[in-house]
């Protein structure tokens, strides 16, 4: 065991199941698809737990409402898609400045607490808001970002494995967890939803056997 293992401390089931990741759910809204140019409107991260048995479940959220940074390109197609008026005096926004570290430290503790040795983030089409996130942190010059900087899992690829379904409405639907497409769109309300198809997967998996890995390796079938 290395000195930085040791320091670390015993793996708890969730650092053990993902090899020291810790898997957090992220969703965004966005002002377009350009995470250059484009305003980062909200973000949500959903933390994680898992019990004795290898469990997984959603634990708690953090939303925070963000100001468009400087010179940011926000599409009105946009606005009207996702139901945000950024006049609205009930956003709260803070910018990006404060509202990232925030919701980083808390991301950090749960790093901590359960022994992993990095976050990793676990989104919808996760590239796209990995993609937003690296962005703001090369923006906004955060030197802690808790997530790996490209690893991420994909609930879209995981759920058309799982289901067959890639749409996050559609992919809930097939896994018996309920959708309201009134609420969609709202950062707050598709983390906690892709959260919850995550932890389904995942307990899925488990319950048919995939995990924990057989203690021998299964030779191949020869003819």
């Known amino acids: 065991m290395t000195p930085a293992e040791q320091s ?13 990741f810790l898997p957090v759910v992220i969703d965004l809204e966005t002002g377009g698809f350009n995470a250059r140019t484009d305003a980062l409107l909200e973000v949500s991260a959903v933390l994680l737990d ?41 956003r709260a926004a803070l910018p990006e400045e404060i509202a990232l570290p925030e919701l980083f430290r808390k991301v950090r503790s749960a790093v901590k607490k359960h022994s992993c040795t990095r976050a990793i983030m676990v989104a919808h089409n996760a590239h796209f808001d990995l993609g937003f996130v690296n962005a703001a942190v090369e923006r906004c010059a955060i030197k802690r970002n808790p997530f790996h900087p490209f690893s991420c899992f994909d609930t879209a690829s995981l759920a058309g494995l799982a289901y ?25 309300y598709d983390a906690e939803k892709t959260a919850t198809l995550f932890c389904a997967i995942v307990n899925k998996w488990r319950a048919l056997g ?8 299964i030779e191949p079938e020869t003819e």
């Open 8 to 20: 670390i401390g015993p793996k708890s089931p969730l650092a053990q199941r993902f090899r020291g």
């Open 50 to 90: 898992m019990d004795e048995e290898g469990r997984l479940s959603p634990l708690e959220s953090h939303s925070f409402h963000l100001e468009p940074f400087a010179g940011a390109n926000v599409e009105q197609s946009a606005l009207d898609f996702i139901g945000i008026d950024l006049e609205s005096p009930e």
């Open 164 to 188: 067959g379904q890639t749409v996050l409405a559609k992919a809930c639907q097939v896994a018996g967890i309920t959708f309201d497409n009134t609420c969609a769109h709202s950062a707050e």
């Open 210 to 217: 995939g995990w924990p890995l057989a203690a021998e390796p």
